[in-house]
């Protein structure tokens, strides 16, 4: 190749890339138009603008999201995962992260899409008996299934739209049945949303239950029947099996302000380190304590806690019974 040959063939490979550089890179050598121009400078040229071009090429893998390095170059953050969004740092690059659902909410993410959604019917933030600023909503496996020697029928936990259920196809005579999680050490209180559906009479009651697991013992606390046509608030005491056979005492309480026990109730049950206190609410937010009962009384170890139903050995009604929990959350004080 001619010496003129070979300095055209140069000067249109530079042109070219110094456009594909849309004017951003310079060379350090200038061609100008009659000049001879020899290899050295030319290879220096063409080394600034591969440098250049390197420079502002994309960063990162495939599908990466591009960001001003603050050098006249990229870099990259990715590339992300389905539901992953960039969120912004004051004073650094935006980094690469997924939203976090709170309570009540579910979020689920896909290839370009994050679905939002509510996990249960919230109340609106009012002081209605649902109260969905308070509700949280409780997870079926969360809960361990006990219950008396001879077991209610078909007796289950199941999980349902709206929380968890406590099922039996049929009550029986004498028995009971708990969902229960451990308690926390230390003081603590369970707050718990329930409605019963199911025969009372006479005496059965859906309730929040407390178990000592070393001595088989437990307490349970609610809202029950009064033989066939009345109702009470009671505190119950039961042994033998792992705590839920028979009745050892009970002491009830009536008045006529009290709710029916196939209303919707709240039901909070605190522990203060001396006291195992039983009240109840309408709205979720105003409780009254209906019960304050030393809880070394009976039990030595409060092993665990959860929502229950205990049916005597005078039941009228063999019916299947479900206690609905709408809302159940233990927190330590």
Known sequence: MSKSQYVITAGLLLAMHVGAAQAACTVPNQVVNGAVVDSAPVMGDF???ATCLGSTAPAGAQNSVQLDNGSGGFAAVGPLTDGQLLIGATGAPPHAATLSAGTGIAITSSPGA?????TGVLGGGGADWLN???VVKPIASNFTLRTSTTPPTGAAIAGSSRGMVLTTSAAV????MM?????????WQATMLGVYTGGLSDYSMPSIAVRDAVNNKAVEFGVTAYSTTDYRFDYYITSGGVGLDSRVNDIMSQDGGFPQPVQPIWQRLTYDGTNLIWSFSRDGEFFIPAYSVPANAVLSNLSTVGPAVIFPPNIRQTWAAAFQVLSWNVVSL
């Open 173 to 176: 005579n004498g028995a009971a």
């Open 132 to 134: 969905g600023t308070a």
């Open 114 to 118: 994050i679905s939002i959604a509510t």
């Open 179 to 187: 969902a229960e999680m451990n308690a926390p050490t230390g003081h």
């Open 47 to 49: 080394n600034a603008v």
